[in-house]
């Protein structure tokens, strides 16, 4: 694994990397050039790749867009740096490279091995190591007013905030709100002792690999949220995921049949009345996501699926789970008939489990949150007004 840090100043980067090393046996890689020379070496790199294979360098990557294009060999700026016949990686003595490919091919031959680095500083050098999947951008913050008391600097605090402000929103290439969106973790450090941040360090996990590759459930019910976006009802989106041999049968989000007036443009009465006194001739006329799911695949290719869903299903729904052979679901938020429904899977011999996020340690959360995904209350007058399925 390969660890990038980059941070506010004072928020404890080079905290993190020195314990990566001293704990986990972590070997420091440096790079020798400043950041203006690293931003033109890259540059460099990149036009002479434009004549080797597609330029790839500008688009967002995350777990869903991994491109493996090799680099040309050997790089037209390849400079001299630890050799193919390299020993062993001494962990106790930072290697030094003079310009970011040479770090990435070094990195890439060696990447069973562990390195820690605070000196990729600039978006584009990033992205060049966003590519391998054994590598991991760690982004640290920290409240400025506590930065400034740890950083003990005789600094004026205002003059102390101007330079964090150029840090943050300075120059696009290097600055940090620009880099921001690519880190696999991002990490708060509002904590009072080095010990205490160590032990909150050691809590992440930093070695599992699910922050930079999700398992199956979490690859799943993130897209089962992806699906949710797409929703227009006027009361809730959700999403559902129907899979087969973990491969996609179909998906579904919750609104109006096809045809019918969108949700959010007046479709469904009772979704836009905004009251829960509705007469019994305004029935909400929304598809869950499930149903729309279900709808889509049609029995003979759900098999024995599995459902992922970002909300427990509903009565209504767990019937037509059941009815079209889905032997799994596996949901996120609880709704308020979950036990009525567990019941009803139970019977039919339907595994119902639930996925907590929090516990899975997902890459796009803020690491020192707590997020409570226990059951919620949502005071709705019958399970079909919400429209979660």
Same mark, same amino acid.
């Given at each position: 694994?390969?660890?990038?840090?980059?941070?506010?100043?004072?928020?404890?980067?080079?905290t993190?990397?020195n314990?990566?090393i001293s704990? /986990?046996?972590f070997?420091?890689?440096q790079?020798s050039l400043?950041d203006?020379q690293l931003?033109?070496?890259f540059?460099?790199?990149?036009k002479?790749?434009k004549?080797?294979?597609?330029?790839?360098a500008?688009?967002?990557?995350s +777990?869903?867009?991994f491109?493996?294009?090799?680099l040309p060999s050997?790089s037209?700026?390849?400079?001299?740096?630890p @050799?193919?016949n390299?020993p062993?990686?001494?962990?106790?003595?930072?290697?030094?490279f003079?310009?970011?490919t040479?770090l990435?091919?070094?990195?890439?031959r060696?990447?069973k091995?562990n +390195?820690v680095?605070?000196?990729?500083?600039?978006?584009g050098?990033?992205?060049?190591?966003?590519?391998?999947?054994f590598?991991?951008?760690l982004?640290?913050?920290g409240p400025?007013?506590?930065?400034? %008391?740890?950083?003990?600097?005789s600094?004026?605090?205002?003059?102390?905030?101007?330079?964090d402000d150029?840090?943050?929103?300075?120059?696009?290439?290097?600055?940090l709100?620009?880099?921001a969106?690519l880190?696999n973790?991002?990490?708060?450090?509002?904590?009072?002792?080095?010990?205490?941040?160590?032990?909150?360090?050691?809590s992440l996990?930093l070695l599992?690999?699910?922050h930079?590759r999700?398992n199956?459930?979490?690859?799943?019910m993130t897209l089962?949220?992806l699906a949710s976006?797409r929703?227009?009802c006027m009361? %809730? %989106?959700?999403?559902?995921?129907l899979v087969?041999?973990?491969?996609?049968?179909?998906?579904?989000?919750?609104?109006?049949p096809r045809?019918v007036?969108n949700?959010?443009?007046?479709?469904?009465t009772?979704?836009?009345?905004g @009251?829960e006194?509705?007469g019994d001739?305004?029935?909400?006329?929304?598809l869950?996501a499930e149903?729309?799911?279900l709808?889509?695949a049609?029995r003979d290719?759900?098999?024995?699926?599995?459902l992922?869903c970002?909300?427990?299903?509903?009565l /209504?729904?767990t019937?037509k789970?059941?009815?079209? $052979?889905?032997?799994?679901v596996?949901y996120?938020?609880s709704?308020k008939?979950?036990a009525a429904s567990?019941?009803?899977f139970?019977e039919? $011999?339907?595994?119902l489990?639930?996925?907590?996020?929090?516990q899975?340690?997902?890459?796009?959360?803020?690491s020192? %949150?707590?997020?409570?995904?226990?059951?919620?209350?949502?005071?709705l007058?019958?399970?079909?007004?919400?429209k979660?399925g």
């Amino acid at each position: 694994m390969f660890i990038a840090i980059i941070g506010t100043r004072s928020s404890g980067c080079s905290t993190v990397a020195n314990y990566l090393i001293s704990s /986990k046996g972590f070997t420091s890689i440096q790079l020798s050039l400043p950041d203006e020379q690293l931003s033109s070496a890259f540059t460099h790199t990149r036009k002479a790749r434009k004549d080797h294979s597609v330029d790839n360098a500008e688009k967002h990557l995350s +777990f869903l867009t991994f491109d493996a294009t090799p680099l040309p060999s050997p790089s037209p700026i390849f400079l001299e740096g630890p @050799s193919e016949n390299s020993p062993d990686v001494d962990t106790l003595s930072p290697l030094a490279f003079r310009n970011p490919t040479e770090l990435l091919h070094y990195v890439t031959r060696n990447w069973k091995s562990n +390195f820690v680095t605070t000196d990729l500083r600039t978006r584009g050098v990033i992205e060049m190591f966003m590519k391998r999947p054994f590598f991991m951008l760690l982004h640290l913050d920290g409240p400025l007013l506590q930065r400034y %008391r740890r950083s003990n600097s005789s600094t004026p605090l205002q003059i102390f905030a101007a330079e964090d402000d150029e840090q943050r929103f300075g120059r696009e290439s290097s600055s940090l709100n620009g880099m921001a969106d690519l880190a696999n973790m991002r990490v708060v450090n509002n904590l009072s002792s080095v010990s205490a941040f160590h032990a909150h360090i050691e809590s992440l996990d930093l070695l599992n690999p699910l922050h930079s590759r999700p398992n199956w459930d979490m690859y799943f019910m993130t897209l089962a949220s992806l699906a949710s976006q797409r929703s227009n009802c006027m009361k %809730r %989106r959700v999403g559902a995921i129907l899979v087969r041999d973990k491969r996609i049968v179909s998906t579904g989000y919750n609104g109006t049949p096809r045809g019918v007036r969108n949700c959010n443009e007046g479709g469904c009465t009772r979704c836009n009345s905004g @009251s829960e006194a509705i007469g019994d001739n305004e029935e909400c006329v929304c598809l869950h996501a499930e149903e729309n799911a279900l709808l889509e695949a049609g029995r003979d290719r759900i098999g024995k699926g599995t459902l992922y869903c970002n909300t427990c299903p509903c009565l /209504k729904c767990t019937i037509k789970i059941i009815q079209t $052979g889905v032997n799994c679901v596996v949901y996120n938020l609880s709704y308020k008939v979950d036990a009525a429904s567990a019941k009803l899977f139970a019977e039919a $011999g339907v595994n119902l489990r639930r996925f907590d996020p929090a516990q899975h340690r997902l890459s796009t959360f803020q690491s020192n %949150r707590s997020y409570d995904t226990s059951t919620i209350d949502m005071s709705l007058d019958d399970e079909t007004s919400i429209k979660t399925g």
